[in-house]
């Protein structure tokens, strides 16, 4: 399997060159140059799979043997997954008539921990191999951050830089990250918005000489093996309400922000699991929403939620789907992002937005929506909803019958939480005592050259 660029302009890839390049040389993203196909009856064997099998199964046929061989793969998802709390590491439960999909019982509490755990192993094995070090670098509106520190922490040869927006996480996702002390972990919080922070990210990543020397990785979801890893729990899920009937096509609801999550339940569907409709949930930071209804992708200003990890105005993995909605046109895709970075938006024919409905069922939900749904949900079944989780079962009250992503423990948005139900979220072990842990972290300007000379000092 070879990985090429979105834009068209990068030679093919293996994989393990696609992982550690993260965002394309030429500024698009990288992906398989074809979706392997999964035949009914090899669906039907995936169904009883316990997780840790069903990630290689899935993944395999994403990297040569010669270049992953399964044994190697089997050791690194087996050493990924032991870190859940859960058993079944993502189980699909049933609370008043929803179906849930549980996907926070890793070290952080959020669904980013499935991919992030797999990917520290990944670079890990691949820089044993190869040799050389690694500095990744990575924005995070909370929760990847996180998520990716945790993944990567104390590792050899890797050093991580995450830039969140100064003030604008949870308290909780803020001292996750940075009461992190080992000393590959480098904590940066910027005086701007998650979206500056993608920006500066993606202005040191087109800076090519930098990029080089620094040998910078990504850890975004604009990183293919992310993308990959989170594949593996819609046929989890799948698996578990099918029984192994090929025929049984299930819906999912997915709460999104930079439409990775969304894009590993695309590429499911592509690759021939039986998914009916794709419903994306955003919250008031409605870009997306707004394309699947009029076709226009245009850019705005971010407005602060209760779901904080999907406040974007940007998608970074949009351009994904839009390479294979516009049949895998590189130039074409090249052509519509610099229209987008030149006048902010971007509009494509109504023939096209009609098929991208076919299969996405696109709802913004408001802050009271948000909050609601948090309460009533709890009122009717005792179970609680962190407000990320309410915006998809909001979004899919029209679809009773539908998966509903569950990305993040309720604990870890106790504020939001609190409000809609009168009294915060237990506090879960990972978290006891979180608060009052020492921290460090450096303040600085959303501004690129400020963030590189901090990068280049640090590593001095
Ligand atoms: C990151 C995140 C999302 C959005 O996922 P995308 O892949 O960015 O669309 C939703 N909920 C939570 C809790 C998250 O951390």
Known sequence: MRYISTRGRVAPLSFSQAVMMGLATDGGLLLPESIPQVEPARLSQWATLPFAELAIAVMRPFATEEDLPTAD???????????????????????GGRRILELFHGPTLAFKDVALQFLGNLFE???????????????????????????VRGR????????????????????????VLDANVHNVAIQGSFDDGQRIVKDLFNDLPFREQYRLGAINSINWARILAQTVYYFY?????????????VSFAVPTGNFGDIFAGYLAQRMGLPI?????????????ARFFREGLYGTGHVQPTVSPSMDIQRASNFERYLYYLLDEDGAEVGRLMGELEETGRIVVPEAKRALAANLFTACAV??????TQIRTFYQETGYILDPHTAVGVKAAEPFPDAICLATAHPAKFGAAVGQAIGHEPEVPPAFSGLLERPSRCAVLAADTATIKRHIMAQLA
């Open 366 to 371: 408001s802050e009271e929506e948000t909050l």
């Open 276 to 288: 009916e409709r794709l419903i994306l949930a955003t919250n008031r930071n409605d870009i997306l």
């Open 156 to 179: 050899a040869g890797i050093h991580i830089f995450i830039l969140h927006p100064h003030q604008r996480v949870s308290p909780i996702q803020e001292r996750q990250m940075t009461s």
């Open 125 to 151: 094995y691949i820089l044993a191999r190869d040799g050389g070090e690694l500095n990744i670098l990575g924005a995070t509106s909370g929760d990847t951050g996180s998520a990716a520190i945790h993944g």
């Open 73 to 95: 793969l089997r050791a690194i998802c087996q050493r990924s997954f032991a870190c859940f709390t859960h058993p079944e590491v993502t189980p699909l439960v049933h609370v």
């Open 237 to 249: 899920a799948w698996g578990r309400l099918s029984s192994g009937n090929p025929q049984r096509r």
